[in-house]
């Protein structure tokens, strides 16, 4: 497995994150997805993706393109990334971005390219544990040492913590943050609201500034050196502080954190139009495969194979966790209630 030097780590977290055969979309920019050839010997994807993605699909194209050209001699596939954060990313496919496939990393993101008509509502149903090819959780990267002494979400709310986090009104990531800590104040005070409340605006008020993606917020913490514990998901963590800059940082695990998925969907709109239904299945059934849970484990994400996650045991704390749907409604009730204009994010974020 490769790993990178210290040296390496802007390159490492620059916005492409394509196979070698690929060219990068730009983040939140629309990027131009050839359409399949009219003989079928030529097809190119585009698949958009949340901003913390990268590192994975940029392992996953490779080895995807190898199987594909196996099983269909003659022909030639391409596989393109754009990364972003989640919701800006859906918006974008939502706003014409000819994207094959999408693999985000919360279900209101494909929810809402449904509404839009672009991925027909069966889309959870066509592949294995409802789309969701692998996991992550919420978790706490502080420097060597934890100096603050950052041991729970209770921690985040102490005088002279300055938190690093990812916006929650437009990124998965940084919704998770707030949601996870959200739950853990819910459980803290036995369901009062009230001073859940009062938690979540006190950790909220140690966040001087929402970063525009997970790793725009790594970005920050890791190179900038700014803040004293950045909220991101297991695998981002992972990712830096035993990959990019090992021996500078340390993971925390909340006792009470909160579950993530990624969903992926084909955009039935698209590929119905550049005749790519076949390939963006099969780019996506993929992800089940043992090369690519292994990778994702590889990857610091929770693999939903059962054996490779055994296999990694060590890497993957057992953790309490909840999932966001049984604690907090739908996600369309989660997004009204929390993070549309004016929801809880706004009111207890500080006022500037």
Not at 24 to 40: L, T, Y
Not at 187 to 197: F, L, R
Not at 245 to 253: A, L
């Amino acid at each position: 497995m490769r790993t990178l030097t210290l040296a390496a780590v802007s390159a490492a977290v620059a916005l492409s994150a394509c196979s070698p055969k690929s060219e990068p979309a730009a983040d939140n920019q629309a990027a131009s997805a050839a359409p399949a050839a009219a003989n079928g010997k030529g097809i190119t994807l585009l698949n958009v993706s949340y901003d913390v993605a990268r590192d994975f699909y940029k392992e996953y194209n490779p080895l995807f393109v190898k199987e594909y050209e196996g099983k269909h001699p003659g022909e030639s596939i391409d596989v393109q990334q754009s990364h972003g954060g989640s919701s800006k990313q859906a918006l974008s496919v939502a706003n014409g971005l000819a994207a094959d496939v999408v693999t985000m990393n919360q279900t209101s993101d494909i929810e809402l390219l449904e509404k839009k008509g672009l991925v027909k509502s069966d889309w959870t149903k066509r592949l294995p544990d409802n789309a969701v090819p692998f996991t992550s959780t919420t978790v706490f990267l502080v420097r060597k040492g934890n100096p603050k002494q950052i041991k729970d979400w209770n921690d985040l709310t102490k005088d002279g913590v300055q938190i690093v986090l990812a916006n929650p009104k437009t990124t998965g990531n940084g919704r998770y943050a707030f949601l996870g800590a959200y739950g853990y104040g819910l459980k803290a005070n036995n369901g009062d609201e009230g001073k859940t409340k009062e938690f979540v605006a006190a950790l909220l008020k140690n966040a001087p500034v929402f970063e525009n993606g997970g790793r725009a917020a790594t970005t920050t913490f890791s190179q900038r050196n700014i803040g004293d514990v950045l909220i991101t998901f297991e695998n981002e963590a992972n990712h830096v502080s035993k990959k990019l800059t090992q021996g500078q940082f340390e993971i925390v695990y909340p006792s009470y954190t909160i579950l993530s998925e990624s969903p992926v969907a084909v955009v039935d709109s698209v590929v119905e139009k550049k005749g790519t239904q076949q390939a963006a299945t099969e780019y996506l059934q993929y992800l089940w495969s043992e090369p690519a849970q292994e990778l994702a484990a590889q990857l610091y994400l929770r693999p939903q194979n059962a054996d490779v996650l055994a296999k990694h045991k060590a890497d993957f704390p057992d953790i309490e966790t909840f999932k966001p749907n049984e604690k907090f409604g739908t996600w369309e009730e989660i997004m009204k209630k929390y993070f549309a204009d004016g929801g809880l994010v706004d009111q207890l974020s500080p006022k500037k």
